[in-house]
């Protein structure tokens, strides 16, 4: 219906509508916590014709990290109040001062992503990339596009500053980005949704009770259900972007293929990791510093991007175990041959995924001995969780991470000799999609739905 009412608007009409349409979006879900979106929007707007105001003098600098701390500040308010009272309730009762009562704090959805998106204009206003947008309305659509706003990816202003003022829908665009949401959310429904099964039950029993193949399954499902359910997010965010003539920066570049850790974050969740590269990595001196200093650079990005993803010392750890592992990747690795780096790389993966998905480290730790066979006798094995569905579904996934899918189609859609036959496989194709999104459908009625798993975040 948005997408009808979009075009059956005149054009100086349609930024204004979306605006309206993606608020709504917003408060269909986070009702009166729209007003922190709202609010957000509003206070960066102002900042930005600061920034400008004061670019090259004395005062720009502090003006940013005014700019800087009221952001942070509104999302560690959020995000990280109750854990920093958990840390600090104990020691005011060491020192007989009493305690902080304080009761859950709600995570408005999607905040980290709108503060990382409000951020990078601020610094880019500052920095002189952007210039300040005096327009609040197209701002406010920058920061609220529905498509992206909720789990990414996350844009620059200047990706889209353009494409605010003069964008187009083709043919051929429209098509490939109702395809791209198809299969966004054929990967999220069918397999993500599916894996999320086994993963819940593994991960949420005993770690004591289960066997080394039940808990190496356990990380197994979990590692192609985040993949298949963050990607697949992000194609139907890309795909509904096409549709409205907007063109988005990929996010995932096949991560599973990767043959290091570095490599991996090349290719996973890539708007987040260059976020990270241009905005603090860079700043802190890069790799321009002395070693010792670089390294430390490092450790400090991955240990940000840990508590970005979560207030919890799971979360912290398992940005610095991807921090570590980068430092120890040197020239060994480049020798071995592809197969073994992969290994290498999906074994790191694995632990990984064990830290992140854990809700505590200790469970983490009982998780890693089980997975070593290091625990008594065992009541839960593979074998309990490999129905039907959950086999098609590994097995989707396994040939799902490689760019094998895409290459067939395309094969199969350029292999007849004339325009007609190669027309008949196109229409075969879309019709394979319409049905994989018809049994999406059928999947959510079933009652088999999972939020998707970044709405967290």
């Not at 349609?14 to 009166?32: D, H, I, K, T, V």
Request: proline share 4%; net charge positive.
């Amino acid at each position: 219906m948005v997408l009808a009412v979009y075009f059956a608007l005149p054009w100086a009409w349609r930024n204004g509508f979306l605006l309206l349409a993606s608020l709504l979006f917003y408060a269909w879900g986070e009702r009166g916590y729209t007003l922190v979106l709202v609010g957000s929007v509003a206070l960066n707007y102002g900042f930005g014709l600061v920034l400008e105001g004061l670019r090259g003098k004395p005062g720009a600098k502090g003006a940013l990290a005014a700019a800087v701390g009221v952001n942070l500040t509104l999302l560690g308010g959020y995000k990280y109040l109750n854990f920093a009272m958990e840390g600090l309730n104990p020691m005011l009762k060491a020192a007989h001062l009493g305690s902080i009562a304080l009761g859950p704090v709600h995570l408005p959805l999607g905040i980290s992503f709108f503060t990382f998106h409000a951020l990078s204009y601020l610094v880019d206003v500052y920095r002189g990339d952007s210039h300040a947008e005096r327009n609040p309305g197209r701002l406010a659509l920058y920061v609220t596009l529905f498509p992206q706003l909720i789990a990414g990816p996350i844009l620059r202003y200047h990706q889209v500053a353009g494409q605010f003022l003069r964008r187009r829908v083709d043919l051929e665009l429209a098509q490939s980005g109702l395809r791209r949401f198809l299969i966004g959310f054929g990967k999220k429904v069918l397999i993500a949704n599916t894996l999320a099964a086994p993963a819940d039950k593994i991960f949420g029993a005993s770690a004591g009770a289960l066997s080394a193949g039940a808990a190496w399954m356990g990380v197994l499902c979990y590692a192609f259900q985040i993949y298949f359910d963050f990607s697949g997010y992000s194609d139907m965010a890309i795909g509904l972007g096409r549709l409205f003539g907007f063109r988005f920066p990929e996010n995932f570049d096949y991560p599973y293929l990767s043959r290091s850790i570095k490599e991996f974050w090349r290719r996973w969740h890539i708007s987040l990791s260059l976020w990270f590269r241009d905005y603090v990595y860079i700043p802190l001196g890069g790799n321009r510093v002395g070693e010792a200093r670089h390294r430390l650079n490092l450790l400090a990005v991955f240990f940000l991007c840990g508590v970005w993803h979560g207030a919890a010392w799971s979360f912290m750890v398992w940005g610095l175990w991807h921090g570590v592992f980068i430092l120890l990747e040197g020239r060994w690795l480049a020798r071995l041959p592809g197969a073994v780096a992969r290994l290498y790389t999906m074994t790191v993966l694995a632990g990984s995924w064990v830290i992140f998905r854990c809700e505590t480290l200790s469970h983490a730790g009982r998780y890693f001995r089980a997975m070593v066979g290091s625990h008594g006798v065992p009541e839960h094995f593979a074998a309990m969780y490999l129905t039907p569905d959950v086999r098609l579904a590994l097995l989707a996934a396994v040939f799902g991470v490689t760019p094998y899918p895409a290459r067939l189609a395309r094969r199969f859609c350029a292999w007849p000799e004339n325009a007609l036959a190669r027309a008949v496989a196109q229409c075969v194709l879309n019709a394979a999609l319409v049905a994989m999104f018809v049994g999406g459908i059928a999947s959510i009625a079933a009652g088999t739905y999972n939020p998707f798993i970044y709405f967290r975040f």
